[in-house]
């Protein structure tokens, strides 16, 4: 059994904050740019939604998409760096990932 350094945990928590970093800002990048500015144009161009709903609930229909639009983001962010981190690590073996065995091109469900 191999014993875990100090190095080796400095390490993955160094990567573990550049990753949570890079989530963080995607998320704001994707809640400004892909939600905020377009729901608040909607919001207060839209004749009806001017007329019907007050500047609260205006504030609050922007503050929701882009809240969710962050979380959203940040979480398929995180998840791609943690499938590149895992392949990256992953022993040479099992990152050969093309199919050789019988010859044939696909498994026998696949075959036409």
Not at 17 to 28: F, V, Y
Not at 34 to 44: E, G, K, M, N, Q
Not at 77 to 93: C, D, G, Q, T, V
């Amino acid at each position: 059994m191999s014993a875990v350094t100090r190095a080796y945990l400095d390490q993955k928590l160094a990567l573990a904050k550049r990753c949570s970093r890079e989530a963080t800002l995607a998320g704001a990048k994707a809640a400004t740019v892909a939600s905020a500015v377009p729901t608040l144009a909607s919001v207060r161009m839209l004749p009806w939604a001017k007329a019907n709903i007050n500047p609260t609930g205006q504030a609050l229909i922007i503050c929701t998409a882009a809240g969710m639009t962050y979380f959203v983001a940040a979480d398929k962010k995180i998840l791609s760096l943690a499938r590149r981190h895992s392949f990256e690590n992953a022993p040479e073996h099992l990152k050969n990932t093309s199919f050789q065995g019988t010859g044939h091109p696909h498994p026998a469900f696949f075959r036409p």
